[in-house]
């Protein structure tokens, strides 16, 4: 796999943010209240560190939401191929055992039995549509052969 990072990291990353973020937070609330009651530079000074690092971790927070976001992409995107050659897998074995005549288990005959039935589904299903189509086809025929005869109006004799 592709991954940038491991599930580990994230969390461990997380776990990091999330402390840094609590020590901000309980420090912001004390700064401003004593900025609140004392307006002075350094009182001020102090409260801008610490939104400074609150927006510090906030992006943060927001890279790794990225990373996260990318590797789920990676992640499904391999997910997808995986079932696609599982599936094509599946196929060429079902035929490799048809041709064989092994069934394994009465689980994976229940199995070949549905998809027995679903093959013979589908070879009535077209057969049932060619049939409907000829028909219409030769509806369409015998209609243009007799639309072009002139059939002359019998008229009853004059008594």
């Not at 288990?105 to 000829?134: C, G, K, P």
């Amino acid at each position: 796999m592709n991954v940038k990072a491991e599930p580990t990291v994230y969390t461990n990353n997380l776990t990091n943010l999330d402390s840094r973020f609590k020590v901000l937070l309980s420090d912001y609330s004390k700064s401003y209240v004593s900025a609140q009651m004392n307006p002075s530079d350094s009182e001020n000074q102090v409260l801008i560190r610490i939104i400074n690092g609150v927006s510090e971790v906030s992006s943060d927070m927001f890279s790794m939401s990225n990373n996260i976001e990318s590797d789920i992409q990676i992640v499904n995107t391999e997910m997808t191929n995986l079932h696609t050659r599982i599936q094509r897998e599946k196929t060429t074995n079902t035929g490799l055992k048809r041709d064989l005549g092994i069934v394994d288990n009465t689980s994976h005959a229940s199995s070949e039995m549905i998809r027995d039935y679903e093959l013979i589904y589908q070879q009535r299903y077209l057969r049932n549509w060619a049939l409907v189509l000829s028909g219409l086809a030769c509806i369409a025929a015998i209609g243009t052969v007799y639309k072009k005869q002139v059939v002359l109006p019998i008229h009853p004799p004059v008594v």
